[in-house]
């Protein structure tokens, strides 16, 4: 499975689909507490604390693969 | 040792020191056209959508007109347009580029092809250019840098464009696929020819086939005995597809890869960095400051690449279907350019767009492109863009322009460059 899901408050959900990850780091940039690359140059979470929502979401709508989701309960 | 007086800076006349280089940077703008963004600011009141080719908007001769007889032709400058253009692979797909460059490039090309072929391509060498396989690139950087910068440092004077930045990405590129360092200006040449647009089809063909085959034999012999680099990773690259099993790169994907990979790094970073270092030596302040705050000069990358990129415009987009963007309807069958530079300088996201100010909120930009056909060696750039500005501020104090030699200036349509780096320190 490419997806992978962390719950960051309850209701707020992020979702990333390595499958589709194009190694920009804009996301490590904008949100550094829940995004990383690993070492195959894909999308990875981070341990938290992460990053508020704002930071979230800029990061999933700056991605360039559309590759990060927000899921909201 | 400085040759900057042979280059030849007349109108029109390319940029290069060798003939086959001039003729390649000609094709793509250089010496036609200096400063393209008066043009598109001015043509940003016609909308973010403009019926033309990228070279129609300069009244310029399309190089893609022949090939493409009878095709409408339209240029994306705002961000949101280039952006919708290449989030959207499906309307808007790189099988024109194919179509242009099979005969050129092969079957295996990632900038040819379109998911979700191009995807599983990707995914198998995305690991060659990520944080594990870093360390295989920076292998090579920095004795080659100051390799470099010894031949030179007697003399107090260089030309950095030709002799330094021309001579670097292109031989990490080549050391760390196993080409034999007395094969380097060979490979130097054949990656010009395989820009695109930058060489006649069969000058291109021609190139691709000697790279074919010397890079054959490279892979065999790594077959036969695997070392620790780059090009023995890649022969060992796999996907794991579940039930399916494991699926491993063939030795064409290898080639196509290496087709396009020699191009692209040989010649963007180059530029770049000559970009770089002619827009912070036109900044004595901010120069002398870089010295001593090194933690500068990502940012000065980022903001360089943003205002004066390399590229002018990504590679054109094939229309599949009738489609509207910003008001502006383009056909199935219509070619369109996404021209990124034209989007990184767009008013309404970046403030001042024209000023080159690396101090500005950091905010992405469209400079290593978007979609599914990112830049995949974006963070290996970044790395040698960094690498090769530290190795100079280390080694050459109080750099400025030469002042015996001509101002260089900074030129070009598609692909964007100076016209020479001419320097001296102490």
């Keep these: ?41 894909l999308v990875a979470f981070l341990q938290g604390p992460f990053d508020d929502e704002a930071a979230l979401r800029e990061a999933a709508a700056s991605c360039p693969s559309s590759a990060i989701s927000i899921i909201q309960a | 040792m400085s040759h900057a007086a042979e280059i030849s800076q007349s109108p029109n006349a390319g940029v290069g020191r060798y003939d086959w280089e001039r003729q390649t940077t000609q094709r793509t703008g250089a010496g036609a056209v200096d400063d393209p963004y008066p043009v598109i600011d001015a043509a ?5 959508v403009l019926e033309t080719s990228l070279f129609g908007l300069f009244n310029l ?8 007889p009878g095709a409408r032709r339209f240029t994306a400058i705002s961000y949101a347009a ?22 050129v490039f092969g079957p295996y090309s990632l900038m040819g092809s379109d998911d979700p072929e191009h995807r599983q391509f990707r995914l198998l060498v995305q690991p060659a250019f990520g944080k594990k396989a870093m360390g295989l690139w920076q292998h090579w950087v920095k004795p080659r840098l100051d390799e470099l910068i010894d031949g030179f440092v007697a003399d107090g004077k260089a030309e950095l464009y030709f002799d330094y930045c021309a001579k670097f990405p292109v031989f990490v590129i080549a050391m760390t696929l196993g ?16 820009q695109i647009g930058a060489a006649p089809p069969d000058e291109a063909r021609k190139a691709r086939h000697q790279v074919e085959d010397y890079m054959r034999k490279v892979i065999a012999d790594r077959r036969a005995n695997p070392q620790d680099d780059l090009i023995s990773l890649l022969i060992g690259s796999e996907i794991d597809e579940g039930d399916a099993g494991k699926r491993r790169i063939t030795e064409e994907q290898i080639l196509g890869l290496i087709c396009n990979l020699l191009p692209a790094g040989a010649g963007t970073t180059y530029r770049s960095l000559g970009i770089i270092l002619v827009t912070l030596l036109e900044r004595p302040e901010l120069l002398a400051r870089v010295y001593k705050e090194r933690d500068l000069i990502p940012a000065i990358i980022e903001e360089a690449l943003r205002w004066n990129g390399p590229v002018l415009s990504a590679p054109f987009r094939y229309v599949t279907a009738d489609v509207e963007i910003e008001g502006v309807k383009i056909p199935k069958g219509a070619l369109i350019e996404p021209a990124i530079g034209a989007a990184n300088r767009e008013p309404e996201r970046f403030e001042h767009a024209g000023e080159f100010d690396p101090f500005r909120a950091p905010k992405p930009t469209l400079s290593f492109s978007f979609g599914a056909h990112f830049c995949v060696g974006g ?31 900074l030129t070009g349509l598609l692909y964007r460059m100076p016209t020479g780096v001419p320097v001296v320190w102490g």
């Design chain 2, 379 to 409: 963070q290996v750039a970044r790395m040698e863009l960094r690498a090769a500005l530290n190795a100079l501020l280390d080694r050459l104090p109080n750099l400025r322009f030469d002042p015996d030699m001509p101002k260089p200036q």
């Design chain 1, 1 to 41: 499975m490419s997806e992978r899901r962390i719950t960051v408050t309850a209701g707020l959900t992020v979702a990333i689909d390595r499958g589709r990850c194009v190694c920009s780091e804009f996301c490590a940039r904008i949100a550094p507490r829940t995004f990383e690359t690993d070492e195959n140059g």
């Design chain 2, 44 to 48: 940003r009141a016609e909308g973010g």
């Design chain 2, 82 to 103: 280039a952006e919708a253009v290449l989030r959207d692979n499906t309307t808007f797909t790189n099988a024109g580029i194919r179509r242009m460059t099979e005969h």
């Design chain 2, 61 to 68: 001769p399309d190089p893609m007109a022949e090939q493409w």
């Design chain 2, 179 to 194: 080409v034999a360092r007395e094969d380097l200006d060979k490979f130097h040449e054949w990656a010009a020819m395989l």
